[in-house]
């Protein structure tokens, strides 16, 4: 298996929801509206990296960054999600191949910090952790996890792009 990160490319935005709705379909916490989110953020010029991972000319995976409001006035910080892997290409290292690529690409753009929804204990491999000082509004603290590219401290209640409200 030779698995390719690259950019996605509007060729791409077909497969890129077929392996996003296959990805959430049985996810117990998914009311499978992901892809739906993705299309959002991509119709209002909100999708400021789309990654994909792509075998042998199939995309197998996608991951999704966009900017996040944050109450304090902090800017330069973005959201994580979703994050997509095909059944059949699950437990792979692909997941982890797009998380690593996104926040290399956030960081060469000089942003200062990602937050996301996610199992702390995944997500923490990769230094998110939860922050006391940032809240979303209706998510449990120990889901919503943050990671810092520099000593900036932003707090306050953070909001994501109005395309996770997404119903269909």
Avoid at 106 to 135: E, I, T
């Amino acid at each position: 298996m030779t698995t390719t990160i690259r950019p996605e490319t509007p060729s791409d935005e077909k497969s890129i929801e077929q392996v996003t709705r296959r990805a959430f379909l049985s996810h117990p916490h998914s009311h499978q509206t992901e892809q739906f989110i993705i299309r959002g953020l991509r119709a209002a010029r909100a999708l400021s990296i789309s990654l994909v991972a792509e075998d042998a000319g199939r995309i197998v995976g996608h991951i999704a960054f966009s900017p996040v409001t944050i109450a304090d006035g902090s800017v330069g910080w973005y959201g994580v999600g979703p994050v997509s892997v095909d059944p059949p290409w699950q437990h792979r290292g692909i997941g982890r191949a797009l998380i690593e690529s996104g926040l290399a690409e956030l960081r060469k753009r000089g942003a200062h910090g990602c937050v996301l929804v996610g199992d702390p204990a995944f997500y923490g491999r990769f230094g998110f952790a939860h922050n006391p000082a940032l809240v979303l509004a209706g998510v449990p603290k120990e889901v919503f996890l943050a990671l810092s590219f520099d000593t900036t401290s932003p707090h306050g209640n953070v909001q994501f792009h109005s395309a996770f409200e997404a119903k269909g």
